[in-house]
Antibody, heavy 125, light 106 residues
């Protein structure tokens, strides 16, 4: 059974840092891209960052570039999100998800097929 | 950057109704479009990938169609467990979610 379990959320002051982790099990972790998605209270979903299977490619939404860093440890089956220079606008539930590729008509088409339960990050001003 | 819009932003419907939600991309994304259902306090769940492919375990009353810039999610006969918020996601260039459509009980 595929499981993704996030940890590391909490209350932090504006300007502070936090490191989120996501522990994966039930699948060959090193075969998949992984992604972080966040959801501010009462708002919609926002994709934050993703990382390829080997950790050599990382992509970010513009609003977190230069402040957040995604990494992974394939030996420990985990993906991390280092968040620096946090502001109140970063307050959200953060989800990790498996960024899976589906082979459709000779192309890999990505979708997020498994999600963790989320971890809440609250940034106080 | 690719922008995604959804319509309507919310709708009221009754059990048994046919419901259609539309998602539009700011440029062609071919079929790099997926749909998610989210219930309050829960993580989203994948319903449809590559525009029209039903994820395993998802009831067949859910279907997706479209390509290029215009996509639809259809629920053929709304069930009590379907009252939720639905999001589309493009994965053609980076990733962008639509703003969501809340399906409420009439």
């Amino acid at each position: 059974e595929v499981q993704l379990v996030e940890s590391g959320g909490g209350l932090v002051q504006s300007g502070g840092s936090l490191r989120l982790s996501c522990a994966a099990s039930g699948f060959i972790f090193s075969n998949y891209w992984m992604t972080w998605v966040r959801q501010a209270p009462g708002k919609g979903l926002e994709w934050v960052a993703n990382i390829n299977q080997h950790g050599s490619e990382q992509y970010y939404v513009d609003s977190v570039k230069g402040r957040f860093s995604i990494s992974r440890d394939n030996a420990k089956n985990s993906v991390n999100l280092q968040m620096n220079s946090l502001g109140p606008e970063d307050t959200a539930v953060y989800y990790c998800a498996r960024d899976a590729g589906f082979w459709i008509h000779s192309a890999w088409v990505a979708a997020f097929d498994y999600w963790g339960q989320g971890t809440l990050v609250t940034v106080s001003s | 950057d690719i922008q995604m819009t959804q319509s309507p932003s919310s709708l009221s419907a009754s059990v048994g109704d046919r419901v259609t939600i539309t998602c539009r991309a700011s440029q062609s994304i071919t079929n790099y479009l997926s749909w998610y259902q989210q219930k309050p306090g829960k993580a989203p769940q994948l319903l449809i990938y590559a525009a029209s492919n039903l994820q395993g375990g998802v009831p067949s009353r859910f279907s997706g169609s479209g390509s290029g810039t215009d996509f639809t999610l259809t629920i053929s006969s709304l069930q009590p467990g379907d009252f939720a918020t639905y999001y589309c996601l493009q994965t053609y260039s980076l990733r962008t979610f639509g703003p969501g459509t809340k399906v409420e009980i009439k």
